[in-house]
């Protein structure tokens, strides 16, 4: 496995295969808003354990779910790890956050596998496609707040700004992953993207220099094929680009994005191998995509996502 696609199995992808099944009834809404923070346009949650200690949690609607063995430790919890490898066990669902960080809908009762965090990764654990899986969401990236909405709370919005998002379904309907799909136009071509707000750039002080802020090394981001990368390139020569930017992979700045009614831009991409995500991540949505889109997109918008109605509403 080349270093990119390890770096996109972690960030962009689930670490294991996501856990999917029948909905399960919902307990009461948590009665104080998450604790969640976001950090340069991506989102954690600090949860307390029992004891005392408080575990960084990233939450990725394009990633898995685990405990890191940072954050087993923190908890207690036993493991053994081999040099090289990266699972180190499996633990119940770790309830010790209170009602501020529920199980899965899909999976009240999930295991959870513990991994050893690659270098450089500080977070004790990561809250991925199956935990915002058959629950409402409001991503406010001009506030910096996550918050879990009532079923089916949406807000009124010019129908240009709705969008339909695409998920994986078994014969009876049902969801079979929890992976968004959500389309998205850049040059007048129209392209398929996972809706993936952990999307993660890890720059070289060069690059994240030329983005805006050589102290921030890792970011938000966004992913595109090498394949349509290399078209964007033939195409538009004067566009910005990088060569080697993002963990050794080509970044490229497009004018524009046009999503859920609005144009925004410029934004950033960096290169990921075409199979990363026409074979890789299609296992697990409901047809190919080219790219995953994250806050280097998001920034400007308030995105609020019902899953079981598979519907995003965008405002800015």
């Excluded at 346009?41 to 990725?60: E, K, M, N, W, Y």
């Excluded at 690659?118 to 996550?146: N, S």
């Excluded at 992976?179 to 720059?203: H, K, M, S, V, W």
Aim: aromatic content about 10%; glycine content about 10%; overall charge negative.
């Amino acid at each position: 496995m080349t270093r990119s696609l390890a770096c996109l199995v972690l960030l962009a992808a689930p670490a294991f295969a996501a856990m999917a099944g029948d909905v399960q009834p919902e307990p009461p809404l948590p009665p104080e808003p998450l604790p969640a923070r976001m950090q340069h346009h991506r989102f954690f949650i600090d949860a307390q354990a029992p004891s005392g200690q408080v575990l960084h949690l990233f939450t990725d609607t394009g990633g898995g779910m685990n405990l890191t063995t940072t954050g087993a430790d923190k908890l207690g919890i036993a493991y053994e790890a081999e040099p090289g490898e990266q699972l180190a066990g499996t633990t119940p669902w770790p309830r010790y956050a209170g009602a501020g960080v529920l199980p899965p809908k899909s999976a009240p009762d999930a295991t959870l596998p513990i991994v050893s965090p690659q270098p450089g990764l500080t977070f004790d654990g990561m809250l991925g496609a199956p935990w915002f899986g058959g629950r409402a969401w409001e991503w406010d990236y001009r506030a910096g707040t996550l918050r879990l909405l009532p079923d089916g709370a949406l807000p009124e919005a010019d129908p240009a700004h709705v969008v339909k998002l695409g998920f994986q379904r078994d014969d009876e309907g049902r969801h079979t992953t929890h992976f968004p799909r959500i389309a998205a136009r850049i040059d007048g071509e129209e392209l398929q993207f996972l809706f993936d707000t952990g999307a993660t750039f890890r720059l070289d002080a060069a690059a994240a220099e030329r983005l805006g802020d050589a102290l921030v090394r890792e970011r938000a981001g966004n992913f595109i094929t090498m394949e349509v990368m290399q078209r964007w390139r033939e195409r538009h020569p004067d566009w910005p680009t990088i060569d080697k930017g993002d963990a050794g992979m080509a970044m490229i700045q497009v004018p524009a994005v046009e999503v859920a009614g609005y144009r925004t831009g410029p934004a950033w991409f960096s290169a990921r191998p075409d199979k990363a995500f026409h074979e890789y991540m299609a296992q697990w949505m409901d047809m190919p995509v080219d790219g995953a889109l994250g806050g280097e997109t998001f920034r400007s918008f308030r995105i609020t996502v019902d899953y079981p109605a598979e519907t995003a509403v965008f405002e800015q």
